[in-house]
């Protein structure tokens, strides 16, 4: 993965950048995005964070996270957004993924716009695009910047990029844990990264609450013809003084057993009316059963929301399913 | 890690090997074998590998796992135990690890030995040893006596040695994830393994059935003093249709809390007696904590019998792990 000079020379030649993640951000968003940050500094660039959201507290571990703003506290900062001219978006392709705040996208004054990202792109957004939608993670593709800027690795880069790495590949468990990841999260090892306390911070710091929603989360498990279900509603929430973001991730756990092909977790947002997860294993495309019900996502991940009392959203969903 | 010279050159000088696993066998004794099974083969000798206990079913993936004998099936292959003269112990240390029947033990016959392992020594076994405590795997060990051989890598030996090593590892996630182990993961991958394939082998293809166990499990969970304590009873494992390996590796999810230093899982064995396992994250030493009630095991993970009343155990162990 090598990347393009246009960006290169982008970073050497300017010298101030907005560097924007995604809304709601995950650990490869946040920690592609502290890398970089970390590595432009080093040749001497200034860099400003930008996030929509707060960083969730699971991923405060990461070294610098608290420099990020939010929309927000920009202000705090002394500047205004339209004060910024130059603007990386990391592991998302289109202003419209930072914020679907519309009057903070009217205040974006840009001269000169980059994509970094490893999704599938929508629009043509950026005036230059670093897209590689195989690419594992962008963690991986800010491993190379940083490699071609020829920037050394810091530990605290280190430890964002393997962060960023370890959560887009389930901890080198999905299906694109390549040999490069593994070469790189070595490096990034090498480096400083400490695998067992990043895995620990992303994998064994739950509350006591959440585990305790995971527990009657998995005691709602129906399972027919391969598909599991389980259900969370908001008494369950309210039981164990959890909010939704506890939630994260609970649909992956019925995948454990060796039959269940697709595992579909229903959250109960209001009366009658459902967010709906969807992961599945093998051959069955998840995105095209949530496009069904006006929903979407990738083929094994994929979610939709849907109105009207249980039984009927999960037998639809469960026809649907069987169609695919 | 450099094999001595001594255990190339047995491997090299000598024609037949009986290779040996543990009792209870797992990925890593397992996976082990197979891979210096698989390259002694490349160099013209011949092997026999024998294992106590049948391969577990989950390990039924390991390319030639077939290819174990136990030692009531020895004499279809036309031998008998007193016609092996070269052993090698993978994964332990001496013979009584291998089996803990006597009958068995005074059949052994041989000329020469050799132990590979990376667990602590207590009898001197082994005309050569080559024991490495802080290896995070025998699996590693193996990597480097292949290379040291100079055989190259096949596909079917670095699915067996990344199986061997993610096993030992919590699949990257334990302490002993050093950049050394994925080094060699990626070198693996190169030469054949997929991680995917692998990790779905080991963690997604639990039955229904242990899946049910699991939650039943986790509905037993106590907390009191960052000592998690589940349990399992012979009524659990009758209404689940499951059997005791079912439970492997349940004491520890409870970790996956952040506040819990120490997991318990109790197994009821009979009226009044129970198997107790016990995990620690930090610096809780439950060795010393088995050893109280006359058990053993590592720092991290130990084990114990201990008769009396459920309330009673648990009230002793919860009194021996706060006195730590």
Redesign the interface.
Known sequence: MVPPAELLNFFRNEDYFLIATHMSPDGDTLGSSLALSLALQKIGKKTFLLNNDMVPKEYAFLPGYERFHTFENIQDSGYRLQDFKRIVLIDCNDLDRVTDDKSWLSNFNLQTSAVIDHHETEKPFGDIRWIIPDSPATGLMIFYVIKALGVDLSEDMAINLYAAIAVDTG??????????V??V???L??AGAR??II??EL??????S??RL??KT??T?Q?EDGIAITTVTRKMLAETSTSPDDIENFVSY??????INVSVLLREIDDNYYKVSLRS?DSINVARVAAAFGGGGHKSAAGVRIKGDIETVKAKLIKQIKSE
Chains 1, 2 share one sequence.
């Open positions: 901890n080198f468990r999905y299906g694109n844990t390549t040999s490069e593994l070469h999260a070595a490096d090892t090498d695998p067992h895995s620990t994998y064994e710091s739950w509350t006591e959440r585990f995971f527990i998995l005691n498990l399972i019925p995948r454990t057993i060796k039959d294993k």
